[in-house]
């Protein structure tokens, strides 16, 4: 656990934290929905910091983490084929699938590459044109944008050797996929600030109206994630149910308009699986008909896979909240950052990785 | 791929293969990227902007975008994975 000396601003921290004890009247669980939230929360131990009774959950905040295996299964199929130069963001290449991943693929003389920004994989095609270049377009509403305006740079450069494999998520689905549970324990929302930059916040208006969950904006900064704690608790205890903004200082209302026409022109709203919760409906983005050229799918026939996750892996329990990655009988032993078997311990915003990189013991025997 | 990384614009250009791409590079203390500006139209030479995999995405003052960059810093090889190894010192 952390001090909070280490703080930027220690006595803001407890002044926030004396106020949500005296404010607290009530159990709350509480889920923050972005990984770099996670991270921050488990690193700077503040949910240890929180009075008695309010809890955080780790939603499903990692796109490496709920990009499904059988798109992995895609991604290491298409990859593997002569002509084809796979490209794709670093944190993509370990992520186990049914059989191997595309690490492996590269291994045995797959020419997979990584890029930083999908305008790289465009490039790369231009320079070779005589190769077949896929670019693996994964990722949250913040990545969107950039991925929208790959296909668009590539339509305008009349580009015939680019594709996408498209495997984007929504947040607000997710949210209300969560409320639906019947076992949901979930009162309140903190939504990933830097999601809110590139869309807004209106579409969080009806969900806050509809299941009376307060949803609060917030940044990823340890003082940011104590504040929107605070407004999620007051307003709990008030039995307001509202969309606040916590992280004014990057989002406004309405977001980036720009971002959200480009992601409009180039991608339609789709049902979209996610790795261990299961199908959601209208909770990703797939590519619009008019862009159908340049859809990987469609370019290789990559038939749906039978996929397998590892038997000893809890991810799907761990992203939706039911369970912590100190429950994995092989978090910390059989699975860690080096060797993951599942997703959530690849990428560092995965719950798996946020908790083995601050050193969370496994449960002790009987604690479950 | 999905952390935003703060950075100060210090150079504006349009692209060289696509003139209504805006692009510019951005310097995240030392190591400088190209970044492309097309969502962040207002954004000029010296301004702080949040880029997520290669494109501008808000604009952000300096003290917000130190805060930002605090917390990336705590995440392992964040920056590493965010911006790429073979960055260009300059
Ligand atoms: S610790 Fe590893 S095996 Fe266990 S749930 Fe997390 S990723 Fe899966």
Redesign the pocket.
């Known amino acids: 656990m952390k001090y909070l000396d280490e703080y930027r601003d220690p006595v803001l921290a407890r002044r926030l934290l004396e106020e949500l004890r005296k404010l607290a009247t009530k159990p709350w669980t509480i889920m923050e929905v972005c990984g770099g939230q996670t991270h921050t929360i488990v690193r700077q131990g503040i949910d240890e910091l929180l009075p008695a009774g309010i809890r955080m959950i780790h939603g499903p905040g990692c796109p490496v983490c709920v990009t499904p295996l059988a798109m992995v299964d895609k991604a290491v199929a298409i990859a593997a084929r002569p002509e084809v130069t796979f490209t794709s963001y670093g944190d993509m290449l370990r992520v186990p699938g049914s059989t191997g991943d595309l690490v492996g693929v590269k291994a045995r003389g797959g020419d997979v590459r990584v890029v930083y920004s999908p305008l790289d994989a465009v490039r790369i095609a231009e320079a070779h044109p005589d190769r077949q270049v896929v670019f693996f377009a994964v990722g949250f509403e913040t990545t969107a944008p950039a991925n929208a305006m790959a296909v668009l740079h590539a339509a305008a450069r009349g580009l015939a050797n680019f594709t996408v494999l498209v495997s984007h998520v929504l947040v607000p689905p997710a949210i209300t996929a969560i409320l639906d549970a019947p076992d949901n324990e979930v009162r309140g929302f903190l939504a990933a600030g830097h999601v809110c930059a590139v869309m807004g916040y209106t579409q969080y208006e009806p969900i806050a109206a509809r299941y009376r969950v307060p949803i609060v904006v917030t940044g990823f900064e340890p003082l940011d994630l104590i504040e929107g704690i605070l407004m999620t608790v007051r307003q709990l205890e008030e039995g307001r149910a509202e969309v606040e903004n916590q992280y004014a200082r990057a989002v406004h209302r309405a977001g980036n308009t720009a971002a959200q026409d480009a992601i409009r022109e180039v991608f339609t709203v789709t049902a979209r699986s996610w790795r261990g919760v299961g199908e959601i409906p209208a909770s990703g983005l797939a590519l619009a008909p008019r862009y159908a050229a340049y859809d990987a799918e469609h370019r290789f026939a990559v038939e749906s896979l039978n996929t397998t996750e590892?038997p000893?892996?809890?991810?799907g329990?761990?992203l939706r909240g039911t369970r912590l990655?100190t429950d994995?009988?092989?978090?910390?032993t059989?699975?860690t950052p080096r060797t993951?078997?599942?997703?959530?311990?690849?990428s560092a915003e995965?719950?798996?990785a946020a908790?083995?990189g601050a050193g969370r013991q496994r449960s002790t025997v009987g604690s479950r | 791929m999905c952390l935003g990384i703060p950075g100060r614009i210090v150079e504006v250009r349009a692209s060289a293969d696509r003139p209504d791409l805006r692009t510019g590079i951005v310097d995240f203390e030392g190591l400088r990227r190209p970044v492309c500006l097309v969502y962040t139209p207002e954004a000029q030479i010296g301004d702080y902007v949040i880029v997520h995999v290669g494109f501008a995405i808000s604009r952000v003052d300096e003290a917000e975008a130190a805060r930002t960059l605090a917390v990336i810093r705590a995440i392992p090889d964040a920056l590493a994975r965010e911006l790429g190894t073979t960055l260009e010192r300059t």
């Open positions: 590892h000893a892996c809890i991810a329990d761990i990655p994995c009988a092989a978090y910390g059989a699975c993951p078997l599942g997703a959530p311990m690849v995965g719950t798996c908790f083995h």
